[in-house]
């Protein structure tokens, strides 16, 4: 104890070590512990502004500096603790490996600075990066404010202040702002040279994805200043990527995504074998007939209640059976669609680990209000279902010109928009049937893409 508080009386010290209450020996124990643990740390990590570098498990002595992050700072919606301030700390992993804790930005509560560099000698790129926020508790164990997980490529080049959200139990508690750039591979990357060759529009919230790597991020403004804030991106949690410290809060449930092991390795193929939705019985011309009269005769068990009107007519050839909030289950055929569209190799793994989406459909006359929950925020679209044209931007600002088309069925319907504009023409098909719904994107050559939804209870 006396090593750990120099600054404390060896008297004072010595009735800590007595007291016969045992929580608050545990509460000297853990305040000098938390003493102990920062003095640990190198003079570099705990300078405010300090550069440390790091070598990688299992790398050569010779290894050159292959990893670059610098550390602005953070934004917490919510306070972590009960009582008092919030002296943040962050804790950066490179493909599960602990290579550097920053200094507790002190009394920062909900907004941190550290302006810290971490540099990493290592014979290859990393996979993945994680950023792990933590506040010091001297009391407890340290609390998890939230984490994010940055996929890494050779072909990456470098992001500047770049804005992801931090996420603990897939909810989003905040959001960090870091520069992140891979060394020891040709000036300018691949990414450059692939972003700016390929501007065709990759349709639903992929432009955005896209536009996000290649737009330059505004640097932090102090508060009240104008200008366009930036837009932060989410992704998922991948599960395991959180390295146990030993502290109070353990790993947050991962967020499905293409990098999940089990529904997301599956080719868009696998759409191909869902049993298709059943075809109207009458013409599309001819909405107002009965879907009762377009269904075979079935016999019902006098035992079970027949379903109430309001939740049948929901099910009927209308476009209200899209009404609703839906929740994505399922994505297929991302990576090779990226691929054939000319899309770079780091492009294509953030968009396999952003967060699914969750849609919004509301019926109004012959409009159907759509709101996609996106990983970089809500993105609206209004549809016309009169057959009139209509004008809409995808995330490049690309002005497009979009017909839409309902087509009645049985359990539900297909809601059919065909866009083209000056680079690019795709359909966007969205098949319900009864509580499931079925994305399929498909652009003039072909290529295909889809996500897979289920209503939301």
Not at 141 to 160: F, I, N, R, W
Not at 314 to 330: H, M, N, Q, Y
Request: net charge neutral; aromatic share 6%.
């Amino acid at each position: 104890l006396k090593d750990s508080c120099p600054s404390l009386r060896s008297e004072t010290l010595l009735q800590l070590a007595n007291l016969e209450c045992s929580w608050q020996l545990q509460a000297a124990m853990a305040w000098c512990a938390c003493r102990g643990n920062t003095r640990a740390l190198s003079p570099s990590q705990r300078a405010e502004g300090a550069t440390s570098t790091v070598t990688a498990s299992g790398a050569s002595a010779a290894a050159p500096e292959r990893v670059r992050l610098h550390l602005h700072s953070a934004t917490l919606d919510r306070s972590f603790t009960t009582v008092g301030w919030m002296d943040p700390y962050a804790v950066i992993s490179i493909d599960d490996q602990v290579v550097h804790r920053t200094s507790s930005a002190s009394r920062a509560h909900k907004n941190p600075s550290w302006e810290a560099t971490c540099k990493v000698r290592a014979d290859r790129a990393p996979s993945s990066i994680t950023v792990t926020v933590w506040t010091a508790n001297r009391l407890r164990k340290d609390v998890l404010c939230g984490s994010v997980t940055v996929p890494c490529t050779e072909d990456m080049g470098a992001l500047e202040g770049k804005e992801f959200a931090l996420t603990k139990r897939s909810k989003p508690t905040g959001t960090i702002r870091l520069s992140l750039s891979l060394l020891g591979i040709a000036a300018g990357g691949c990414r450059s040279k692939s972003t700016q060759s390929q501007r065709l529009a990759l349709g639903a919230e992929m432009d955005h994805v896209a536009n996000w790597v290649e737009e330059p991020s505004p640097k932090a403004a102090p508060s009240g200043a104008s200008g366009s804030p930036a837009r932060s991106i989410v992704l998922a949690e991948p599960g395991q990527n959180i390295v146990s410290l030993g502290y109070s809060e353990e790993a947050a449930d991962a967020h499905p995504t293409l990098l999940s092991p089990k529904k997301s390795r599956g080719s868009f193929t696998d759409l191909a074998k869902k049993p298709p939705a059943r075809q109207p019985s009458a013409i599309a011309d001819e909405p107002s007939l009965s879907p009762k009269a377009t269904m075979p005769k079935v016999e019902v068990n006098e035992s079970i209640d027949a379903l109430p009107a309001e939740e049948d007519a929901t099910r009927g050839c209308g476009p209200e059976a899209l009404a609703g909030s839906w929740t994505c289950v399922a994505t297929n055929g991302l990576e090779e669609f990226l691929k054939k569209t000319g899309v770079n190799a780091f492009q294509r793994r953030l968009a396999m680990a952003a967060r699914w989406p969750s849609w919004d459909f509301s019926i109004s006359n012959d409009r159907v209000k759509f709101v996609n929950h996106s990983q970089l925020g809500d993105l609206h679209e209004e549809i016309l279902l009169d057959g009139t044209s209509y004008q809409w931007k995808d995330g490049r600002g690309n002005p497009l010109t979009c017909t839409a088309k309902w087509q009645p069925t049985a359990e539900g319907g297909t809601l059919t928009i065909s866009k083209s504009g000056a680079l690019a023409r795709y359909t966007e098909e969205r098949q319900v049937d009864g509580d499931n719904l079925v994305f399929i994107l498909t652009n003039d050559d072909g290529a295909s893409w889809g996500r897979t939804f289920q209503r939301s209870k």
